[in-house]
């Protein structure tokens, strides 16, 4: 059974930084993509970004040029590096492995002044 873990989320200014990273731990599976999905209050889950283990990035055009995916060379550990947050990023962020998806506990993101 594979577990998911996310961190790294917290508060930051509009126009900051930050950095997530979630972790993928089981045996006996192997995963084909992870990435991120995100969703604000009242609104349904979206995509952010996903990396297969070829390297492929499928990301949400809201987020191109601000947002990168990035995965290491174990591919069981997925990053997002967030710039030039803006408010409307603020949401809970999700990180997802699979296939079948397996979603981890969610982090919040919160882009404040």
């Known amino acids: 059974q594979v577990q998911v873990v996310e961190s790294g989320g917290g508060l930051v200014q509009p126009g900051g930084s930050l950095r997530l990273s979630c972790a993928a731990s089981g045996s006996g599976v192997s995963i084909y993509f992870m990435g991120w999905y995100r969703q604000a209050p009242g609104k349904q889950r979206e995509l952010v970004a996903t990396?297969?283990?070829?390297?492929?990035?499928n990301s949400a055009d809201s987020v191109k040029g601000r947002f990168s995916i990035s995965r290491d060379n174990a591919k069981t550990t997925v990053y997002l590096q967030m710039n030039s947050l803006k408010p409307e990023d603020t949401a809970v962020y999700y990180c997802v492995a699979g296939p079948p998806n397996r979603w981890g506990q969610g982090t919040q993101v919160t882009v404040s002044s």
């Open positions: 990396i297969t283990n070829g390297g492929s990035i």
